[in-house]
C-alpha cells in the first residue's frame, strides 16, 4: 500500500445500501486533490450495505469497508473506524447524505494546515441551518445546545452534530474513556479533552434521502445522559439519578391511585391475621401497585434505555421488578419502624417531624437498595 493519507473518513452505516455508493462518489469528487481514504464501518446491514462498499473497495484502494458481525452501535463503530484508520486527520459523517460533502475539505484543512485540534460542521454556526425540521425538533436542538453550554467547559454551537473532523492526537488523548454504547461521540471527544481549538463550519442539512433515521426518539434523552455523565458521572451514576426522578414521579402515581380508589369507593378489609392488625385501606396497594406500573414502564424505556426489555421479555423482567418492590416495601417498613421505635434520629425533634424525618431516611434506604437490585437482576448485564 502507498504512503498514510492524510484524511481518514470514517462512514459508519446500518441499512444505507441506497445511500452509501452516492456518497463515496461525491466525496471522491468533493476530495479530489487531497490524499484521503474512506473508511466505512457497516454493522452487517440486512440490506447488505456491507456488499456495495466491498465492491467499490475492490475497485479503488481509497476505499475499505469493515463488516462487524458482532458489535452493534454509532459511537463503537466510530471507534472501530478510527483505530483502522491511518490519517492525522480523522473525519465521522453520516452515510445518508445529510452531511453536505463540500465543506469536508474546509474541515480538513482546519485541522491538517490551521492547527485546529477539532473542526465541527455545524447546523448553528453562520451559514448553517438545520433544514426541513419540525419546531419540536428544533426546540431540542437548542435545548440541547445551551445545556451544552452551562455543563461543559467548551463552546460549540452544535454539540450533537454528528459531522467533525478531529486530530489523531484528540482521538489518541480521549479514546480509551470513550463511552462505546453512547453516540454522541462528537461530544464525548471536546468534552473530555481540555483546552482544543475547535473551528466551527456552517452547512445546510440536509433531509434524508432513502432510508430511515435510526436514532430518534431517544437521541436527546442519551444526549443528556451523556452530558450529565461527562460532568457528574464520577459522582453519581446517570441512572441513578433518572431512578430517583422516576421514583419520585411514582410517589405521585401512587397518591393519584390512592386518591383514585378511595373515589371508586375500595373497601376497608380487615386482615383477619391478627384482631390488633388495623384493617387494610384497598386503595392503598391499588395506590402502590400503579405506581409500581408506571415505574417499571419509564425506568424500561428511560433510565435503563439501552438496556431496556422488549416484547415478551417485559413479562419476566416486569414480575422481578415486582418482586423487588414489595421487598422495597419491606425495607421501608422494617426501617421506618427500627428508626421509630428507637426514636432516632431526631430526638429533639416535634413528634410529626421526626415521623417525616424517619419516612425520609426509610426511603432513601429502600430506593438505594432497591436500586442496586435492579441494576442487577431486573436491567442486568444479559
Ligand atoms: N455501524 C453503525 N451501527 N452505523 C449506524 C448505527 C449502528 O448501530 N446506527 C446508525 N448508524 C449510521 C447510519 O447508517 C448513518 O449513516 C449514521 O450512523 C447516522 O444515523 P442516522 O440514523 O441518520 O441518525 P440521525 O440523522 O437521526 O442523527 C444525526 O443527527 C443527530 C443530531 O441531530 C446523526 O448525525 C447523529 O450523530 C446526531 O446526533
Ligand atoms: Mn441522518
New binding site residues.
Partial sequence: MSASPSLSVI??????SKNISILLERLKTALAGLSYELIV???NSPDRTWEVVERMALEDERVQVIR?FEE???SS?VLTGMSAARGRALAVM???L??DESILPDLARAILAENYDAAIGSRAAEGGDYGEWSKSRLLM?RAAALAARIMLPIRISDP????FVISREVYHDTADEINPRG??ILLEFVGRARNLKIKEIGYSFRN?LHGE????PS?VRN?FVALYDLRFGKIMPPSFILYGLVGLSGVLVNLLGFRLGEAAGLPHVVTGLSPRLDPIYLAAPFGYQLAIISNYVLNNWITFWEKRHRGWGNLKAFLMFEYISLFGLLVHTAVFQLLHINGFPGGFLAEEWRQTLNIGLATIVAMVSNYYLNISFTWGRR
Fill in positions: 462512514i459508519p452505516t446500518y441499512n444505507e464501518v457497516d454493522d462487524r452493534r452501535g454509532l463503530a453520516d452515510a445518508d445529510q452531511h436542538s450533537m452534530s454528528g459531522y453516540f454522541k434524508r433515521t435510526k436514532l430518534s437521541v444526549f
